[in-house]
């Protein structure tokens, strides 16, 4: 174990000293950011696709078939998850490295708006957000929050049933956020992966992208991901709440002692 803990301080002191010298950092994040906010994953222990089949349940053909199906099983219980989710350390620490200047985009597959609360001003949604809600027919948006779970699915004021702004499983990605993600990806100098098990694309794609054009890309997670030992040039194994504060922590230090000299 102890090995362990001096591989790991040992990878921190080096992703600061990494991404203290750039202006160009940006970061792919997936559910495992907001795991210590109180969301599950979808995948591995005590993931939401251990429990529902998201071919049954996330799919836009499985929605189409039957809304009420869907909102009862699936989009109830994420909305009493994400109603109650606050910003953790790791979305704190990625504010921050956006204050000082390092960090600027961040390309997220999650869709519980956690990144904006935290203070991230440039997050693009890869999978849309569940802080909307949107008429299948009229097209209007309304916030969740505002919606209520007394009717069953929910309607808009025109009668067409509502669905949350995000990505259903079957649905393109929103061609704007793709193309962005493609560009900032290639114009990066360092991308760090956080958080996302790196298998549905085409999110998993953008740090073969980066890496491609001379980016370092760095990841946080507990796990090795098909990234690791090929694109991601050095995996940092823990969770991303303590390791992105000691990353920030480290930063801090060596600017502070850049500006002393
Ligand atoms: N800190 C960092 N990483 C963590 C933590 C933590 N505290 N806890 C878990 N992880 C890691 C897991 O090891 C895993 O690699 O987060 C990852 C979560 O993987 P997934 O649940 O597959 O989430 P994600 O990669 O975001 O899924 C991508 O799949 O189902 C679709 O639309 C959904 O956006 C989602 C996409």
Redesign the pocket.
Known sequence: MKTENIIMEDLIKKAAKDIAGSNKVIAL?????S??SGI??????G???EKID?MEF?HIDAFLRDPAKVWNILIREMKDIVDKARP?D?HKGLSKLEKLGILNVIIT???DGLHQMAGNSDVIE??GNFAWQKCLDCGKKIETFKISLNEIPPKCSCGGILRPD??F?GEMIPPEHLMRSRKVSYECDIMLV???????QP??YMPVIAKESGAIVIE????S?PLTGSISNYLIR????K?IKEIVAEVERLMQSIKNV
């Open positions: 994040t997936g559910a495992g950011v795991v210590e599950p994953p979808f995948r591995g222990e993931g939401l696709w998201p996330a953790n790791a597959q999650n869709v890869f999978h995000c990505v499983f956080i958080g996302t098990s790196a298998l549905v999110a998993a946080i997670n507990p796990e991901t823990g969770n991303a709440g390791i």
